[in-house]
């Protein structure tokens, strides 16, 4: 039973391989396909496609109406032409039998022709017996042939092949008592009404370009008035793609184009508003941690300092006991006097290392600018051989716990990773407050005053390599600054090296002056 399922699975899933490559459309297939939609225009604009399309059908149009008319030209030629030859055939023989009865011999073919001028659409010849052209004369005949009529010059030689029609020749016997005497021969001359279809049809075609011609460029106008509101919400959407939630649109004439817009503002407002409430979610989160580190590094430094000097004073006061007992026991005491002794001082460096991981205590109790110059310094001291440059431009005092604390951890992975990972001999850390650019559109990416702080980490280290992941150290960095609203990017520069470059945008609120930091540093 599970041998005959197994069977069933596999004819199964062979006829589903044979369908699916029966049904597969062959390369060359799609390469047609291809071609047929870029021939199509399926990848232009909107407005050129309409106006190929518009063009297209006109050309069609134009073809159809070609073929219509030298159709009807062709049928209304072939009877003008019947008609004129019916006509023309009963005066010549009205004619004749009228020079039967008042002319005797072959004097009278030279009268006939006279008598026959002014027909329309018809040539009349007029030979004798033999053969010899009466009616028009030898030289007239040579330039008026049926092959090369005169009256063609009005309308080109392919447009006449295609409207011309073919009408037999007819002739008619002139006797004189009895005798033939000659022929008159009547000729289909269709080439004035060729000329006057051409003639109307190349006034038509005239005014069909110049109608196209202003439709074409009434349709571009339109169209641009349609579509640019278009192109401006799918740019619009790219300022939105881009995080410029303040930009806006304006409204359009157009009702429906209107309400599009419309819509496409209230969705910015409400991204721009949503987005706000994140950024202060998220710096409130930042700002809790930040409190909670703060209260750890007070733990560490007000409950551990204290217990850790008791430790050792009670260590020193055990040894000093120690010399006042029995040399056997003293010894003993004395050892384990030190071994208490170097288990304090681990936990004493364990403690200062924690204090530092968790919260750089010379943050809110000096400058800024000064804390960064005390990591710089004793980077300096760590790594002899590497040369830093510190500038600063504007700076408060202070920024907030959130804000300092993230530029000093940004400048000390920085270093870090310049000096251990890039090798590098020189390193440039540059601190400034600067104006915030307008975002697109006008607006502020972000209600406030409108200022950031930048920090820029420059070294002259090997680089990046192409495709190096992202350390935990950077990657925490990179979520913090992102939770104030700002954002951290990594380059390599083009003389080599490596360019750290971070951007954290300023409240009104956010700058502490120096009297209330002092105030706060006095209160705790």
């Known amino acids: 039973m599970k041998m005959a ?93 009228d020079l039967q009865r008042v002319s005797r011999g072959g004097a009278g073919l030279q009268k006939l022709p006279l008598r026959l001028s002014g027909q329309r659409h018809v040539r009349i010849l007029v030979t004798t017996a033999q053969g010899e052209p009466v009616w028009p004369p030898q030289s007239t005949l040579a330039q008026s042939t049926p092959a090369q009529p005169a009256s063609r010059e009005g309308a080109p030689d392919w447009f006449a092949s295609l409207v011309g029609v073919e009408v037999p020749n007819r002739d008619v016997p002139v006797f004189s008592e009895g005798r033939r005497i000659g022929t008159v021969t009547i000729v289909s001359e269709a080439s004035d009404e060729i000329a006057e279809v051409w003639d109307d049809m190349t006034d038509l075609a005239l005014v069909a ?48 184009l209107a309400d599009i817009v419309a819509r496409f503002n209230a969705l910015a407002s409400s991204l721009a508003a949503a987005q706000a409430d994140n950024l202060c979610l998220n710096r409130r989160l930042v700002a809790v941690q930040d409190s909670e580190r703060r209260q750890l590094a007070v733990e560490l430094h007000d409950e551990f300092g204290p217990c850790l000097f008791s430790l050792k004073a009670n260590v020193a006061s055990l040894a000093r006991f120690a010399e006042q007992l029995p040399p056997e026991i003293g010894g003993a005491v004395r050892e384990r006097a030190g071994t208490l002794r170097d288990i304090g001082e681990r936990i004493e460096t364990t403690n200062r290392r924690l204090l530092k991981t968790v919260r750089p205590m010379a943050l809110g109790h000096v400058p800024l600018a000064d804390a960064i110059a005390g990591l710089l310094s004793e980077f300096e001291r760590l790594a002899p051989d590497c040369a830093i ?45 600067l104006d915030r650019p307008a975002a697109a559109g006008g607006a502020r990416a972000r209600t406030g005053a409108g200022c950031e702080i930048r920090l820029s980490v420059q070294d002259d280290g090997r680089g990046i390599a192409v495709g190096t992941a992202t350390g935990l150290g950077l990657t925490g960095m990179r979520e913090r600054i992102a939770a104030l609203g700002g954002s951290l990017s990594i380059s390599s520069r083009s003389g080599g090296g490596t360019c750290l470059a971070v951007a954290i945008p300023l409240e009104e609120d956010e700058r502490v002056p120096a009297t209330s930091a002092t105030r706060g540093e006095a209160g705790q």
């Open 5 to 97: 399922d197994v069977g069933v699975k596999d004819d199964s899933s062979a006829s589903y391989r044979l369908r699916t490559a029966d049904t597969a459309p062959a390369p060359g297939r799609e390469a047609g396909a291809a071609r047929l939609a870029r021939l199509l225009g399926f990848k232009r604009t909107i407005r050129s496609q309409i106006l190929w399309a518009f063009i297209l059908i006109n050309l069609l149009a134009c073809v159809a109406t070609s073929l219509l008319i030298v159709y009807n030209a062709r049928r209304a030629t072939l009877v003008e032409i019947g008609a004129s030859m019916e006509m023309a055939e009963r005066l010549v023989r009205t004619a004749v039998d």
């Open 209 to 256: 370009l110049i109608v196209n011609v202003l439709v074409i460029g009434v349709l571009h106008v339109v169209l641009g008035q349609v579509l640019n509101p278009l192109l401006r919400v799918a740019a619009g959407f790219r300022e939105l793609e881009q995080g410029h939630f303040q930009y806006r649109l304006p409204l359009p004439r157009g009702g429906e």
């Open 389 to 433: 440059e510190f500038a600063t431009g504007k700076l408060a005092y202070s920024y907030g716990d959130p804000i300092d604390l993230s530029i000093y951890r940004c400048v000390q992975e920085g270093l870090t990773n310049a000096v251990r990972h890039g090798g590098a001999r020189r390193i440039r850390v540059e601190v400034e407050e």
